[in-house]
């Protein structure tokens, strides 16, 4: 089996290119279930149907295992088999005909516009550190990119002249107009912090942390706390809280879905559908407030 997960990984890294988060959770699902395997003796091209029915029943029985996590085990099992079924290592995918847990769709949380004002005025362009922090929030919160992307990008990715950046995602790529506010923030840190912030020329990073290296998604995650400490917000807030409302103040005022579909990156529709139940409460306020007899 580990010459097979060998072959897989390489393929799901060359071939299908995908992220490096995305690749460690298949690693990390394939891994604990080879050593189910082994505890029980059991050969993966041997495995049956009720073999990994008995291995989905021992996870859904571990308190700490959710639906979800369940769900996306038994999606990595499936993309494995299909694998070494297309190889001919084994005849029949044992994963075919099983089904994983419903999982239930969370309410994505959601700061008022208030809330993001007030977040987004809270670092303060006096020194570099603040001139880097009011940009990165600005930028995330104008963008609706994921964390992931967002340090990733490169100062060429973004253009300053027509006021876009391109983010690169796998082998998919979208590019994200910048509104002024965000252009503004992100004109001041290239010019007046960046270049004092790095330590090399050939760095590529477009955030870079106070010694001058690609900023990590811990930094980021950290900086985001200590700013809605700041504001005194008690909602918890992420990069991907700040992603839920870049997206649902977009279709609140007015923005067509299969545009914010294409600026989120996502590859169905229905992903991005779940907004619509808050767009759908902006227009209970609308007419509430519109309406003669509301």
């Known amino acids: ?141 104008a963008t609706g990119m994921r964390v992931t992307e967002i340090i990733s990008l490169n100062i060429d990715d973004v253009n300053l002249e027509e006021g876009y950046v391109t983010c690169k995602s796998g082998n998919k790529q979208r590019n994200i107009p910048l509104g002024k506010m965000s252009l503004k923030a992100l004109k001041e840190y290239i010019e007046d912090a960046r270049d004092i912030l790095i330590k090399s020329e050939s760095e590529q990073a477009l955030f870079v942390n106070i010694n001058g290296g690609r900023l990590t998604r811990q930094g980021f995650w950290k900086i985001i706390k200590y700013y809605k400490e700041q504001a005194h917000i008690s909602k918890d807030i992420t990069p991907h809280v700040l992603r839920h409302s870049f997206a649902t103040h977009l279709l609140q005022n007015g ?30 306020d609308i007419y509430h407030k519109a309406h003669p007899r509301a």
Request: hydrophobic share 35%; glycine share 2%.
């Open 255 to 284: 923005a067509d879905i299969k545009a914010i579909q294409a600026m989120l990156g996502h590859s169905d529709i229905s992903s991005t559908q779940v907004y619509m139940q808050f767009q759908d409460e902006g227009l209970k």
């Open 1 to 141: 089996m580990e010459r097979q997960l060998k072959y897989f990984f390489d393929f799901l890294e060359n071939e299908k290119k995908l992220s490096d988060n995305t690749l460690q959770s298949y690693k990390r699902d394939l891994k604990q279930f080879k050593r189910y395997l082994e505890s029980y003796g059991l050969r993966f091209d041997r495995v049956k149907k009720e073999d990994i029915e008995e291995y989905v029943k021992e996870m859904s029985e571990q308190e700490h295992k959710k639906p979800a996590s369940i769900s996306r085990s038994i999606a990595s099992l499936r993309s494995f088999y299909q694998f070494v079924v297309k190889r001919k290592k084994i005849k029949e995918d044992p994963t075919k005909d099983i089904k994983a847990p419903k999982v239930e769709k969370r309410v994505p949380s959601v700061l008022t516009a208030e809330e993001v004002e007030l977040l987004l005025e809270q670092p303060k362009d006096i020194d570099l550190k603040g001139i880097r922090d009011k940009a990165m929030l600005e930028f995330a919160y």
